[in-house]
């Protein structure tokens, strides 16, 4: 089963857009950064790892999050990537600025799996009206 012609990804012309916009970087390691890239598109033995959007959106977060692609700016790149990801997609975040951050250091913190992102995201998301 191959990805979701219908998804549309970012890529990493939209997060140096999101670097030079928010003013955070430089870049340290864009190899980094194109890995959190493509980890939602991943597909093993033909199928999905992340065959749901907010799964792949999760996975998105979790790899900027973690990897530490920038010197400065992780989670911001991470957040914004996702909110974008997710918008590009017809969801959006709701969630209030200290819900929002709290989250946010959790992830970079290691503190959440993957399911646990996605968990978040599935009670914090709603359609672009």
Same mark, same amino acid.
């Given at each position: ?9 970012? /890529?990493?012309? /939209?997060?140096?857009? #999101? ?9 340290? /390691?864009? &190899? !980094?950064? $194109?890995?959190? *890239? ?5 597909? %093993?033995? &033909? ?13 998105? +977060?979790?790899? *900027?999050?973690?990897?530490?692609? +920038? ?14 990801? #997710?918008?590009?997609?017809? @969801? ?5 600025? @200290? ?5 946010? *250091? ?6 959440? $799996? !993957? ?5 978040? !995201?599935? $009670?914090?998301?709603?359609? %672009?009206?």
């Amino acid at each position: 089963m191959s990805s979701d012609p219908r998804i549309r990804y970012i /890529d990493i012309e /939209d997060i140096a857009s #999101l670097i030079a916009h928010l003013g955070i970087g430089p870049i340290r /390691d864009v &190899g !980094l950064i $194109e890995s959190s *890239l493509h980890r939602p598109r991943a597909v %093993v033995f &033909g199928m999905e790892t992340y065959p749901d959007l907010l799964e792949k959106a999760a996975a998105l +977060l979790h790899s *900027l999050a973690r990897n530490h692609a +920038l010197f400065d700016g992780n989670k911001r790149i991470a957040w914004a990537s996702m909110v974008l990801f #997710l918008r590009l997609n017809g @969801l959006r975040v709701r969630a209030n600025t @200290l819900e929002n951050l709290e989250f946010m *250091l959790e992830c970079a913190r290691g503190d959440l $799996e !993957l399911e646990q992102i996605t968990d978040w !995201l599935r $009670e914090h998301s709603d359609p %672009v009206a």
